[in-house]
């Protein structure tokens, strides 16, 4: 009797030794930090790193040890063209891309490139944005890439065209050039609408292109030369028509997001929402000053006239129905920049 005691007991003695090992890793495991992966393709002295710089850390000290941010820049993980795969397979956490970059996924990301839209203000661009047009996308951002939109769009600025050889005084100069451009049906039409020839190139290699010749200009900010310092690859000549507005879209994964508990989503949702006027204004800042430093590095800057821009618009906008068809903008969408509009008016 007392012999099958003593083996119960070394039996059970046994059990607890196997099993402490395991109730103390899972409890580290838990204590660890969630590691948060977000990629960028611009360098680090663009004016976006420098927002989504700020707004990791300001989350890394909201969620205290919780969470620890990796910020990859210059394309080390990804180009943005290739940021909504990665979040969809998991190969990182956050991204920050151009809606431009996402129409491969999610067509409807296009908006910005519709011809109603071309040389339109600033605020009147915003309407759509950030009312039920912008809201509408975002819905499928989060259905397409299995993500989350933590708020509003962050402004880069607004898009012109630029050119090594030849100088570009007016729209005529356009024609026969080859201009890359960042992605999208939409700059493509337009690019071809001028008589000049798409081209499109992922951002980390457009320094090299340029040297080489594979493109005569290319369709970007201000600021963006300004921080690729496109200047020492050849380009000399801006032609400034504001033809759409760039906007990045902030996103995380949808499973990353549901890791988080619930204090942690308000943070991340609250702190993105009280800086995204502050981070907007700062982004038009760096382009104002980028538009400055490219002149002082002799990129010469013309400009259409206020009637020009007009007229270009309005001949545009007879084709909207094919963009949209050519880019698969949905009806409902258009249906909605229109409603936009319209409530500003």
Excluded at 10 to 39: G, K, Q, W
Excluded at 238 to 255: K, M, R, T
Excluded at 267 to 293: G, K
Aim: proline share 6%; with cysteine.
């Amino acid at each position: 009797m007392d012999r099958r005691l003593t083996r119960r007991a070394f039996t059970a003695s046994a059990m607890a030794v196997v099993a402490a090992p395991s109730v103390h890793t899972t409890a580290t495991a838990a204590d660890e930090p969630l590691i948060l992966r977000c990629s960028l393709e611009t360098p680090p002295s663009h004016a976006r790193n420098g927002v989504v710089r700020d707004y990791l850390r300001k989350i890394e000290i909201a969620a205290g040890e919780r969470i620890k941010t990796r910020l990859f820049e210059s394309g080390q993980l990804f180009p943005d063209l290739q940021v909504g795969k990665a979040l969809l397979q998991g190969q990182i956490e956050m991204a920050v891309p151009g809606s431009w970059s996402l129409t491969g996924i999610v067509p409807d990301a296009d908006i910005l490139q519709l011809p109603i839209l071309y040389g339109r203000a600033i605020d009147t661009l915003h309407r759509v944005t950030d009312g039920k047009s912008g809201q509408l996308l975002a819905r499928q951002i989060e259905q397409q890439l299995r993500s989350h939109v933590i708020g509003p769009w962050l402004d880069l600025g607004f898009f012109n065209w630029f050119s090594t050889s030849k100088p570009l005084n007016s729209y005529g100069d356009l024609k026969g050039l080859k201009i890359r451009n960042s992605g999208g049906a939409g700059q493509a039409w337009r690019t071809q609408f001028m008589g000049a020839i798409p081209n499109t190139t992922p951002l980390p290699n457009v320094p090299l292109a340029l040297s080489q010749g594979t493109f005569d200009g290319l369709i970007t900010s201000f600021e963006t030369v300004a921080s690729g310092q496109f200047w020492e690859s050849g380009i000399r000549h801006a032609f400034e028509d504001h033809q759409f507005i760039g906007e990045y879209i902030p996103v995380v994964s949808l499973a990353f997001w549901q890791k988080l508990p619930a204090d942690l989503q308000q943070a991340f949702t609250d702190l993105w929402r009280e800086n995204i006027s502050a981070y907007r204004v700062n982004m038009a800042a760096a382009q104002s000053r980028a538009r400055e430093l490219v002149q002082v590095h002799g990129i010469s800057i013309a400009e259409p006239s206020p009637d020009e821009l007009e007229a270009t618009r309005r001949v545009m906008t007879i084709s909207q129905d094919q963009v949209a068809k050519l880019s698969k903008i949905s009806p409902e969408i258009v249906e909605a920049i229109s409603a936009d509009l319209a409530g500003g008016d």
